[in-house]
């Protein structure tokens, strides 16, 4: 069965510098999740996407945005990178109805900033 | 505003024995409660949901329960093997019935053979 794509899977950036990342859902999903797992830290929701549309916000700083394409694929977008903000980034992806929650997650992009 | 505790921070147990993992909330109540499974460097798998109206919900060597009075959750593994050693982490919605979720801080569980 298709899974979540995550692209690429290792990044590796300076200071100040920007990075896209990309996530491409499960067929027929039509919401997409981005968190931020620091080292031994849980994994923090930053934004989500409901039918190309953001859907809730959450830790997300200012120097990052998303969006979700026609082809329901999203890009995170990180500007003025810092070397907090190395991390595993994980897209996730579910199908909205009424009885299901659960959430299909990639393989992540693990981002390093030097 | 809401908080979710998860038990321990890792957990040894035998092989063979029974795992007994917990998440408490507080503040707030849950329509429903998932339990992910998380490897290292890995994203997150999904176990298990149950609902508010569900005291208890199975799936081959794993039980989950749903104590809303307790606020609690507690999740099994019976029948441990050392492939089941694991980061698990409980999460349940941002808020009492929305579809985005919180995760828990994680229990890391450790079977040894």
């Known amino acids: 069965a298709a899974g979540v794509i995550q692209s690429p899977r290792h990044l590796i950036k300076e200071k100040r510098e920007t990075a896209t990342l990309k996530c491409y859902p499960i067929?027929?999903?039509?919401?997409v999740y981005w968190y931020q797992q620091g080292p031994g830290q849980d994994p923090q929701f930053l934004i989500s996407f409901y039918e190309k549309m953001q859907s809730d916000k959450g830790s997300i700083p200012d120097r990052f945005s998303a969006q979700q394409f026609s082809d329901y694929h999203s890009e995170l977008n990180m500007s003025s990178l810092e070397l907090g903000d190395s991390a595993l980034y994980f897209c996730?992806?579910?199908?909205?109805?009424?009885?299901?929650?659960?959430?299909?997650f990639g393989p992540g992009t693990r981002l390093t900033v030097t | 505003s809401q908080k979710i505790e998860q038990n321990s921070e890792a957990l040894n147990i035998q092989e063979g024995k029974t795992a007994t993992l917990t998440c408490n909330y507080t503040?707030?109540?849950?329509?429903?409660l998932q339990w992910y499974r998380q490897d290292p460097g890995r994203g997150p798998v999904f176990l298990l949901l149950i609902r508010e109206n569900e005291k208890e919900k199975r799936k081959e060597r794993l039980k989950v329960t749903f104590d809303t009075t307790l606020k609690q959750s507690l999740f099994h593994i019976t029948a441990s093997q050392p492939a089941d050693s694991a980061t698990y982490l409980c999460?349940?919605?941002?808020?009492?019935?929305?579809?985005?979720?919180?995760f828990g801080s994680g229990t890391r569980l450790s079977i040894r053979p």
């Open positions: 999460a349940p919605p941002r808020c009492s019935s929305a579809s985005k979720i919180i």
């Open positions: 067929p027929r999903h039509d919401t």
């Open positions: 996730a992806s579910s199908r909205s109805t009424r009885d299901s929650y659960e959430q299909y």
């Open positions: 503040n707030y109540s849950p329509a429903y």
